[in-house]
């Protein structure tokens, strides 16, 4: 199975502050990298997939980088609907697996 | 806007069978993979495997000994079953919608508890 280490798995932020999130594949995952947005209780939200397109109606607040192995996500100026926690997601090949998550806190 | 459903028992008996049914809406379920995926108390996301609209179904090898998926087109659902379950089968119960390709992942259920316990 390909492993995703997600960091850090948690930070504290302000409003307005940037952010940004890693994920690393265990192997090469060319471009198959989504990342999530999850609030307690609420449907996990699709962000960005193919690691850097915005899924339809995300802000472009949220921007995504890398490849194969080493892959980032950036939220600019963090607004307070953005406390919540991110994963990420190789979807290479099979089983899926997914990062352990980071909480983005105030 | 595409929406999926969880339901089921909360409550599972230790060696009993859990049995969850996602219900589709806003999207045909005559397309696409329909993925179960499950998160335990204080862990990361484990992905449970997935049925295809043609009703192949690919499982976790971690899991696929006691896991059976199926599909009920009329009633736009699919289902989870998972036999002889263990307190380590207690979990949020997520469904989702896989596109595969480039387009991956993109739609997921709110996500149910089920816990084992007797």
């Known amino acids: 199975d390909i492993q995703m280490t997600q960091s850090p798995s948690s930070v504290s932020a302000s409003v307005g502050d940037r952010v940004t999130i890693t994920c690393r594949a265990s192997q090469g995952i060319s471009n198959y990298l989504a990342w999530f947005q999850h609030k307690p209780g609420k449907a996990p939200r699709s962000l960005i997939y193919a690691v850097s397109t915005l899924q339809s109606g995300v802000p472009s607040k949220f921007s995504g980088s890398g490849s194969e192995t080493d892959f980032t996500l950036t939220i600019s100026s963090l607004q307070p609907e953005d406390f919540a926690t991110y994963f990420c997601l190789q979807y290479k090949s099979y089983p899926r697996t997914f990062g352990q998550g980071t909480k983005v806190e105030i | 806007q595409v929406q999926l459903q969880e339901s089921g028992p909360g409550l599972v008996k230790p060696s009993e069978t859990l049995s969850l049914t996602c219900t589709v809406s806003g999207a045909s379920i005559t397309a696409y993979s329909w993925t179960w995926i499950r998160q335990p108390p204080g862990r990361g996301l484990e992905w449970i495997g997935y049925i295809y609209y043609t009703g192949t179904t690919k499982y976790n090898p971690f899991l696929s000994s006691r896991v059976t998926m199926s599909l009920d087109m009329s009633k736009s659902q699919f289902s989870l079953k998972m036999s002889s379950v263990t307190a380590a089968d207690t979990a949020v119960y997520y469904c989702?919608?896989?596109?595969?390709?480039?387009?991956?992942?993109?739609?997921w259920g709110q996500g149910t508890l089920v816990t084992v316990s007797s």
């Open positions: 989702a919608r896989d596109i595969t390709g480039i387009w991956g992942i993109d739609f």
